[in-house]
């Protein structure tokens, strides 16, 4: 199971740090995703993290991701935040194969999501 949490309404240029929670040692094996999803829009990748420590993320989105293992949590530090970061965030866990890390295809589980409204 995924629980995210830390969305909230802030303003341009603010920061927010999100947690995705997980349970279960076997979470620990998992590459954990975030994306997010605007209304009338496809939800679209963020940030992922392997279970090793590799990161990835799109040249258009500045966002740090860390995952602490011992706490079974994915953080999203989201600084500079602008109207358009506007959205629904989800995590999500999954094992990607090599170049698939973006795809949502790929993940198996999804926590609730958690909005993130940034005003102008």
Same mark, same amino acid.
């Given at each position: ?48 993290? #392997?279970?090793?420590?590799s ?11 860390? #995952?602490?293992?011992?706490?079974n ?28 890390? #973006? ?18």
């Open positions: 199971q995924l629980q995210a949490s830390g969305g909230g309404l802030v303003q341009a240029g603010g920061s927010l740090r999100l947690s995705c929670a997980t349970s279960g040692r076997t979470f620990r094996t998992y590459t954990i995703g975030w994306f997010r999803q605007a209304p009338g829009t496809e939800r679209e990748f963020v940030a992922a993290i #392997r279970s090793g420590g990161t990835y993320q799109p040249d258009s989105v500045k966002f740090t991701i860390s #995952r602490d293992n011992a706490k949590t994915v953080y999203l530090q989201m600084n500079s935040l602008k109207p358009e970061d506007t959205a629904v965030y989800y995590c999500a866990a999954g094992s990607p194969a090599l170049g698939r890390v #973006r795809m949502k295809s790929e993940y198996d589980y999804w926590g609730q999501g958690t909005l993130v409204t940034v005003s102008s």
